[in-house]
């Protein structure tokens, strides 16, 4: 079973920043994509933002140009850089990883941002 573990949420004023963290047990690179969704109250799970293998990446409309994905290999670790943060934007955001037609799941953190 691989396990993802996400760290870096909290509370935040709009406009401020957050930078979310992933721990994969191996080299990020190993997955096919790793990525960021989001689930607001009430709502279904949101695609924010992924990264493929080779580096590529891909946004949700909402966040382009305010979100942006990375990976370090060489601390096993996918984050997710978020800028000029909405109110709108508070959900539980999860980490996940594709690898041979599986997925795997953190168990998200919290992102609050106050208005």
């Known amino acids: 079973q691989v396990q993802l573990v996400e760290s870096g949420g909290g509370l935040v004023q709009a406009g401020g920043s957050l930078r979310l963290s992933c721990r994969t047990p191996?080299?990020?690179?190993?997955?096919?994509?790793v990525g960021w969704y989001r689930q607001a109250p009430g709502k279904q799970r949101e695609l924010v933002a992924t990264?493929?293998?080779?580096?590529?990446?891909n946004y949700a409309d909402s966040v382009k140009g305010r979100f942006t994905i990375s990976r370090d290999n060489t601390k096993n670790t996918v984050y997710l850089q978020m800028n000029s943060l909405k109110p709108e934007e508070t959900a539980v955001y999860y980490c996940?990883?594709?690898?041979?037609?599986?997925?795997?799941w953190g168990q998200g953190t919290q992102v609050t941002v106050s208005s």
């Open positions: 996940y990883a594709e690898r041979s037609f599986t997925t795997f």
């Open positions: 191996e080299r990020t690179d190993g997955f096919n994509v």
């Open positions: 990264m493929g293998q080779s580096g590529s990446t």
